[in-house]
């Protein structure tokens, strides 16, 4: 009797340790399927490998029509309706005020045939002003790029397209070919309809680090009055190259201007003194871009599949058409909004910057007075028809977040062979055996039951 209470005590306490173990073995599968992320914080150097690059600058204009291409009426048109993809003068009604603001005495319901000649010829021309492409080109304006790396010295690419703005009489012409080690990489950037982009890029090399990175122009990209234009209708970008549509960090208000002040403020300074670098891992239920050096090509080929049609300032290799009315305003609103796009699988998440503008451009100190010392003689230029946009880096690291499968296939094999090795004494070559005891066991105790 004792002894078949013995061995019915026995098989209860196999059985409960054969339950024991299939239930943490079960919750082992169960968090390796949730498949969810640990992050891993480390500091990383720049241009360390060929991933680790530097953020780039891009710069947008909200106003990009050449000066003199428009009267100031047919600006407040296009900017108001053609660009949003409104009728220009859908009503009778439309046409009478515009042809008033033309100084005409006399606008009756009955247009004149040289009033609704005008209404066309206006139309036409704002219609046509993509396909004419009378837009600013920065090349035409600018002047130098700049880098300071680790080395002494800093080292100046002058684009030698424009020379039209004014020089001191304290110095010659630098010679850039005979003194050139780097050449700037730039090009214009995909955007909306409301702007037209410009990126600037950190040439990738692995055996100098970058101090100070930036860009000049010529002031009078501004207009003739040569004035920074106001709030949101100029921007400056900080991401990393190709992903400015989703940039972290777009810097489109000014700091106050001493209305007393003489000294131009024409030198924009972000002083980095981190940047938070996000690698995404790319899971079957939330995906990233892994051709995350070129997102914003990614993007715009959605909606390109999506739309059906091309903005036209994107020269895009595309037999698309050309989005005209409501679809100008549509794509904008789609690129307003980057919700339910996949995100690229490396990205810069946060900068923390010091912003400056310092008074006048700190001309000579920061860029060409170091670049033309020497035995090359530079040419001592106008600092104020200047305007210049930089950005220096603390440090040589940045921080890095690395997402890793929390519970990957080791944990999940190493986890429940523990449970199943402590609650049933087996090992993987018992495996066979341990399964076949187990089901006789099993059996046996529903027999006694």
Same mark, same amino acid.
């Given at each position: 009797m004792a002894a078949d209470w013995l061995r019915c005590i026995n098989t209860l306490f196999t059985a409960l340790c054969i339950t024991i173990a299939l239930i943490f073995t079960a919750y082992c599968i169960y968090q390796y399927c949730k498949n969810e992320d640990s992050s891993v914080v480390t500091f990383s150097e720049y241009h360390d490998e060929e991933?680790?690059?530097?953020?780039?600058? /891009?710069?947008?204009?909200? %106003?990009?029509?050449? &000066?003199?291409?428009?009267?100031? @009426? @047919?600006?407040?048109?296009? +900017?108001?309706?053609?660009? =949003?993809?409104?009728?220009?003068? =859908?009503?009778?009604?439309?046409?009478?005020?515009?042809?008033?603001?033309?100084?005409?005495?006399?606008?009756?319901?009955?247009l004149t045939v040289e009033q609704e000649e005008q209404i066309k010829n206006v139309t036409e021309k704002l219609m046509n002003i993509f396909q004419d492409n009378v837009v600013l080109n920065i090349k035409d304006y600018l002047l130098f790029g700049f880098i300071r790396k680790n080395v002494a010295g800093m080292y100046v690419h002058e684009f030698l397209r424009n020379r039209s703005w004014r020089l001191d009489n304290l110095g010659f012409r630098f010679e850039q070919q005979r003194n050139e080690t780097w050449i700037p990489i730039f090009y214009q950037s995909l955007s909306d309809i409301y702007r037209r982009c410009w990126t600037f890029e950190i040439p990738y090399n692995n055996t100098e680090q970058?101090?100070?990175?930036?860009? $000049?122009?010529?002031?009078?990209?501004?207009?003739?009055?040569?004035?920074?234009?106001?709030?949101?209708?100029? %921007?400056?970008?900080?991401?990393?190259?190709?992903?400015?549509? /989703?940039?972290?960090?777009?810097?489109?208000?000014?700091?106050?201007?001493?209305?007393?002040?003489?000294?131009? =403020? +024409?030198?924009?300074?972000? %002083?980095?003194?981190? $940047?938070? *670098?996000?690698?995404?891992?790319?899971?079957?239920?939330k995906g990233c871009t892994t051709k995350w050096k070129d997102n914003d090509k990614q993007i715009i080929d959605d909606i390109v599949e999506t739309t059906g049609c091309v903005l036209p300032h994107w020269n895009?290799?595309?037999?698309?058409?050309?989005? *005209?009315?409501? =679809?100008?305003?549509?794509?904008?609103?789609?690129?307003?909004? $980057?919700?339910?796009?996949?995100? &690229?699988?490396?990205? *810069? %998440?946060?900068?923390?910057?010091?912003?400056? @503008?310092p008074d006048g451009?700190?001309?000579?100190?920061? /860029?060409?007075?170091?670049?033309?010392?020497g035995k090359y003689k530079g040419t001592k230029y106008d600092h104020t028809d200047a305007?210049?946009?930089q950005v220096s880096f603390q440090g040589p690291t940045y921080m890095e977040i690395t997402q890793s499968r929390a519970y990957d296939a080791q944990s999940l094999v190493g986890n429940a062979g523990g449970? *199943?090795?402590?609650?049933?004494?087996?090992?993987?070559?018992?495996? &066979?055996?341990?399964?076949?005891?187990?089901?006789?066991?099993?059996?046996?105790?529903?027999?006694n039951l």
């Open positions: 991933d680790n690059i530097y953020p780039g600058i /891009t710069l947008c204009f909200l %106003e990009y029509l050449k &000066p003199g291409t428009l009267t100031w @009426e @047919e600006k407040k048109k296009f +900017y108001n309706k053609v660009i =949003e993809g409104r009728a220009l003068f =859908e009503k009778i009604s439309q046409k009478k005020k515009y042809l008033k603001t033309l100084k005409y005495k006399k606008v009756s319901d009955d970058v101090q100070t990175f930036g860009v $000049m122009l010529n002031r009078s990209i501004f207009g003739r009055r040569r004035i920074r234009p106001a709030y949101k209708n100029f %921007e400056i970008r900080l991401s990393y190259p190709k992903q400015q549509l /989703t940039a972290p960090t777009v810097k489109s208000n000014w700091g106050f201007r001493d209305p007393n002040s003489t000294k131009p =403020e +024409y030198t924009m300074n972000f %002083e980095i003194q981190n $940047m938070v *670098v996000l690698k995404r891992r790319n899971k079957p239920n895009l290799n595309t037999t698309d058409t050309i989005c *005209v009315g409501p =679809e100008l305003r549509n794509i904008s609103r789609i690129l307003g909004n $980057m919700k339910g796009y996949p995100l &690229p699988c490396q990205s *810069v %998440e946060k900068f923390m910057y010091l912003y400056q @503008e451009l700190d001309f000579f100190q920061n /860029t060409i007075g170091k670049a033309t010392k305007f210049q946009v449970y *199943v090795g402590l609650f049933l004494g087996v090992a993987l070559i018992q495996t &066979p055996a341990a399964i076949c005891m187990a089901v006789r066991l099993l059996r046996k105790l529903i027999h």
